[in-house]
């Protein structure tokens, strides 16, 4: 069974740092990218970044391109999101996605969720 | 960026009946569009792909078609479980964008 498992966020001030993981299970991590797509109450889903299947690859939306860094490490089936510089807007519940297949931006199977607050 | 906008975005149905829920993108994604459902706190679930191929284990009841710009996803006779908010997403390139949802909600 594929798990996803979202963890590291929790309450940043505005201009602080976090960093989300999301440890993966029940299948090759390394064959497969990798996604994290946020929800807010503003702008509802969102993409935010991917990452290929051996990490070569990435690929960042507008609004966190030089803020957010995504990275992965295949020996531990798991990816990550450095969060940087963030806004309130940022505030809202981060959640990895695996691809399916060669399909990069299919978004087949989906982490709980890790709710990321902004606020002084 | 791609705009997808989904109509309406509520939706009063009783169970049994056949529901249809619009999705536009604002230029041609080919086929590139899939279908989600949210239920309350939890994560989306994948239910079509490429406009209208259904997901491993997602009931029959659940249709789609479309291409282009126009899409729709279509629930035959409605399932007490199918109460929740659905999303399209267009996957034409990696500036994937989602559709504001429509929530599915008993009448």
């Known amino acids: 069974e594929v798990q996803l498992v979202e963890s590291g966020g929790g309450l940043v001030q505005p201009g602080g740092s976090l960093r989300l993981s999301c440890a993966a299970s029940g299948f090759t991590f390394s064959s497969y990218a990798m996604n994290w797509v946020r929800q807010t109450p503003g702008k509802g889903l969102e993409f935010v970044s991917t990452?290929?299947?051996?990490?070569?690859?990435?690929y960042y939306a507008d609004s966190v391109k030089g803020r957010f860094t995504i990275s992965r490490d295949n020996s531990r089936s798991t990816v990550y999101l450095q969060m940087g510089s963030l806004r309130p807007e940022d505030m809202g519940v981060y959640y990895c996605a695996r691809a399916a297949g060669y399909d990069y931006w299919l978004l087949q199977y989906w982490g709980q969720g890790a709710l990321v607050t902004v606020s002084s | 960026d791609i705009q997808m906008t989904q109509s309406p975005s509520t939706l009063s149905a009783s169970v049994g009946d056949r529901v249809t829920i619009t999705c536009r993108a604002s230029?041609?994604?080919?086929?590139?569009l899939a279908w989600y459902q949210q239920k309350p706190g939890k994560a989306p679930k994948l239910l079509i792909y490429k406009a209208s191929s259904l997901d491993t284990g997602v009931p029959s009841r659940f249709s789609g078609s479309g291409s282009g710009t126009e899409f729709t996803l279509t629930i035959s006779s409605l399932q007490p479980d199918d109460f929740a908010t659905y999303y399209c997403?267009?996957?034409?390139?990696?500036?994937?964008?989602f559709g504001q949802g429509t929530k599915l909600e008993m009448k």
């Open positions: 997403q267009q996957y034409n390139s990696y500036l994937y964008t």
């Open positions: 230029q041609s994604i080919s086929s590139w």
């Open positions: 990452i290929s299947d051996n990490g070569g690859n990435t």
